[in-house]
């Protein structure tokens, strides 16, 4: 027995050291551009993402593109990958040439941890166009200052209202502020006799759908930190947010508004609420627009700018919140120079983003592909490609915590709306410090 | 003769002098059956566990190399509110899926045990939701109880009784993964179904001619002649209720609108937290919030307590097997 | 559609010489086997969901409207042709298959080994046996990963399969459990004949233990047939190394998901197992239990 336990021991160790073998071989440098492939150099490059179906099609379609500057590089997309596929990949050394991902909140520690490698070299290198991207774009690609990603088309959220039943309740334009909302929102619900919702003007509820803190913030001037704490105690956007949510909920009663709710159907169906007219008003993201004329033909809807906070109007007019799809050179991928062209392909190349726009249905990720003729823009998409034009977008706040303060804040949103939290001040104090306290011990 | 956990006792057995070639073999016999056991369990058990009590002492991101930081992981957890949320859960569903699974399954076998015809239909009827996949039964299981319009709801409306909001109300989301995990229960109730028709017939005839009715006769026979089968049952639904993931995960997206088929994990734990099971509150911080250093010491405290209750309760039932069977036998 | 399979061959076994004699016992007939027919139904209806929503156009699945409003039967056929559903066929197969043939390999012998031998360390073994399954997979998967990798088995299904051949606490426990209610008078017979180990547990203990043999084949394969996180980790980059369960993938993405496809396929993936279940079950659900042979 004690000879097999000597075994034992014996493998674990060289199980453990051929681990951080894996773990220690870095593969492609960090610092430093790697070459741009040679015209003769016979390359495949792996490209993985989280698509699937015709949007794997039509994203296949825009990599191949780029065989027209680089017939000798074959491209070999696998779609359906995760983000844990993609941090296992890497830890083991077998990573794709090129990953993406749809989750922007990951980019902190993409970033920090340098999973994704930092691309600075390469920009220096080739000055790509970087103006063209919009700021907001700009910022959740990078982490302090370390670009590890770059863009390939964005989502971006406004309010989508239903115009019969705006118009039914006397209301011919879109509400443009915050207390219009509350006001729109009231006169466009119908309650059954016994106090049940039939119609819901607007639903406040906190993590159904897309009412998710860090897609409301913006329009509230809500601001996440401050010399690099979590301020959301000391900004007067997340109290106001709170106090709008709290005031529509208790107009339809909490038990009332979670029957209804709990009974609407689910986002990605035919089901959605808004399909099915039971709400009138809803945040969402510019993709609805095709779906809502795909299953949905007899709701007549107009978009618009999600309305903003009353008492900061001006500046916050025609702001936005956006996400999207990143892609970035993981850490010991193979041909790391191909890759950046790739990359650099599917960010700026003007032709390739505006077929890829028009084919998924996304707001392209550069100026002059917001503009370019043959970018298919119908009336309600316009909305969000002029949103994207106005320049005041805002993204995901990048930390190295992953997704930890939405859900700190969602957490708390979602007690407080049920009326478990009384004392605002003091939960946002609290969540502040969850925030604080997981940034510390993530220590980047 | 005996069905128990029991020990073997050794010194019962032990060999006469002289018999140390024999003892020799059987040495080597055990050996040979065990080796690749006992291989697979080094490399796929033990290896994995050891990794893992050392990731617990360091903060590792899963890019960079893991860096010694002694108790941190720990203390932190000690002033960390989700993880004892995710405990609190967790312990919920050992207790009360645990029970609902075997009691159900009972119930359900011992339906099916006195049956006469349509048997084989019945059977596998009630066999067939285990073989659906996770995600998709639970996704079944949140369109039939959906509060407005679901067939469960239309069944209540019928009878006038307002059915809860199951997944979006915190106080019915556990008892709403609970029910899946019940409607799930067809491979324990194959089991269960199994040893109770396998109770001898003569055992029910003799307790017949002494007056005892249906009840009494499986109180008094058929439990007990299947106690071991129901000790299975526990530690497999433990073991099941230790590790609830894709049900929770499932479900609360679900509640939030944005289920998928794959399961969605971008809402973990909703409503309020009660479905943060430990599992996914593990998971959330080894992958979503990149700190496998912390999850690495969670998944340590949840194997020494599990492992704990284990030793406990396998002694547990030999005990009892001890005093009801009366002494180890076989 | 799977609710109706015939089962002729377990409804023959069972006791249907048992027929009602007096009124009490005709009511008593009626209340057990409506009490059995209700239960069946309930377990069997959210499977009639799946089947239900399968056959339904894409606006109407997951929709509050329960019956289909147009039965698209195609939508079986269709779901062949958005993924290649008969490879990954081939590789549930494959990792079912091998998985369950590398279970019973290794598991019996050990089980055997926990039942029937006795040895020193032998109960501190049976409680790590245990205590294996007590690791939570998502954590155990990490440092596993790293070393499949650095032997370059990823993007394929090795990773999966090869530890049956050598352990699987589920299987070992339930094995010992059936092995330990076989009297070891038969055991110590066999010996006395001049059996060694190994004849006395092919000979003896295999087929008086075929019932729990044959459980613990089932669930094994059930298992790995409806593996969902082990594929995605270690063949999600390699398309042709899918298996079944990884299929529901493809029907969801960035911003839609194809309920009717998810659920046929869904379904798809049960009929194997369904099958296996209907066909398999009579050599366990006689005997399938702890307590074996009675003395």
Known sequence: ??????????????????????????????????????KDDKITLT???????????????????????????????????????????????????????????????????????????????????????????????????????????????????NTDMLSAAGLTKPPSTISELLDYAKKTTKKAADGSIEVAGFLPTMMFYNNRPQIWAPFFGAEWDKDGKSALASSPGWTEMFKFQKDLVDFYGYDALERFRAGLGQEYSADHAFHQGKIAMMMDGEYRTAFLKAQAPNIKFGTAPFPVLDSKKSELQGVGFTTGTIMGIPKGAKNPGAAWELIKHMTFDKETIVSLANGIKNVPSTKESLSDPNLQVDEQFKTFIDLAKSGKLKGNPVTPIGDAHIKAVGDYATEWQSGKSTDLAAGLKGVDQQIDDQIAKAGK | MTATLERVDVRRTAPAKGRSRARARNRFTVLAFMAPAIIGFVLFFGYPLIATVIFSFTKYDLINPPEFIGLGNYTFMWGDKLFWTSIENTLWFVVVVTIARTVFALGVASVIARLKSGVGLIRTLCYLPSLAPPVAATLVFFMVLRPNGGPLNKVLDFFGVDSPLWFSDPSWAKPGVTAIMMWVCGDLMIIMLAAILDVPQEQYEAAELDGAGPIRRWWHITLPTISPVLLFGIVNSIILALQLFTQAIVAGSAATGSADPTGSTKNLGYPQNSLLTFPTFLYQTGFRYFDMGYAAAMATVLFVISFAVTIVLVNKMRKSSHAEEGGPGA | MTTTLPNP??????????????????????????????????FAAPVVFVLLTAVMSDDQAF?????????????????????????????????SLLATLGMLLSSIPAAYALAKLKWRGQNVVFLLV???????????????????????????????????????????????????????????????????????????????ARPGIAATALFCFLFTWNDYFGPLLYTSEVKDQWTLSLALASFKGMHFVQWNSAMAVTLLAMLPAVVLFVFAQRSFVKGITFTGVKG
């Not at chain 1, 994704?116 to 907001?136: G, H, S, T, V, W």
């Not at chain 3, 088995?153 to 339930?174: E, K, M, N, Q, R």
């Open chain 3, 9 to 42: 061959v377990v409804v023959a076994r069972e006791e249907s010489h048992a027929k009602p004699r007096s009124p009490r016992q005709i009511l008593d007939w009626v209340a057990i086997h409506s009490i059995g027919l209700a239960m069946g139904l309930i």
């Open chain 3, 130 to 208: 245990i205590g294996a399954m007590m690791l939570p997979p998502q954590v155990v998967a990490v440092p596993l990963y790293d070393t499949w990798s650095s032997l370059g088995l990823t993007g394929t299904l090795w990773p999966l399969i090869v530890p049956y051949f050598l352990f699987d606490a589920f299987s070992i426990f339930l094995l010992r459990q059936f092995m330990l209610t076989i009297p070891q008078s038969y055991v110590d017979a066999a010996r006395v004949d001049g059996c060694t180990e190994f004849q006395a547990l092919i000979r003896i203990i295999v087929p008086m």
């Open chain 1, 1 to 38: 027995m004690r000879k097999t336990t000597r075994a034992a021991l014996l493998c674990v160790a060289a199980a453990l050291s051929l681990t951080a073998c894996a773990a220690g071989k870095g593969g492609g440098s960090n610092s430093g551009a790697a070459a741009a492939p040679g």
């Open chain 3, 63 to 95: 929709t509050a409207d329960l019956w289909p409003r147009e039965w698209h039967w195609e939508n079986f056929i269709e779901v062949f042709e958005k993924a290649p559903l008969v490879r990954y066929l081939f590789n549930s197969m494959l990792y």
């Open chain 1, 47 to 161: 490209v993985w993402s989280n698509y699937s179906d015709r949007e794997y099609e039509e994203v296949t379609k825009a990599l191949n593109s780029f065989k027209k500057k680089y017939p000798n590089i074959e491209i070999k997309h696998e779609g359906a990958q995760d983000d844990d596929k993609i941090t296992a990949g890497i830890r083991s050394g077998n990573p794709p040439d090129v990953a993406m991902s749809f989750t922007t909140d990951n980019i902190g520690s993409f970033c920090s941890t340098g999973a994704f490698q930092e691309l600075k070299p390469y920009i220096d290198r080739d000055k790509p166009p970087m103006d063209q991207i919009n700021e907001a774009v700009r910022s959740y690609t990078e982490y302090k200052g370390n670009r590890c990603a770059m863009p390939m088309l964005t989502d971006i959220y406004g309010l989508y209202f």
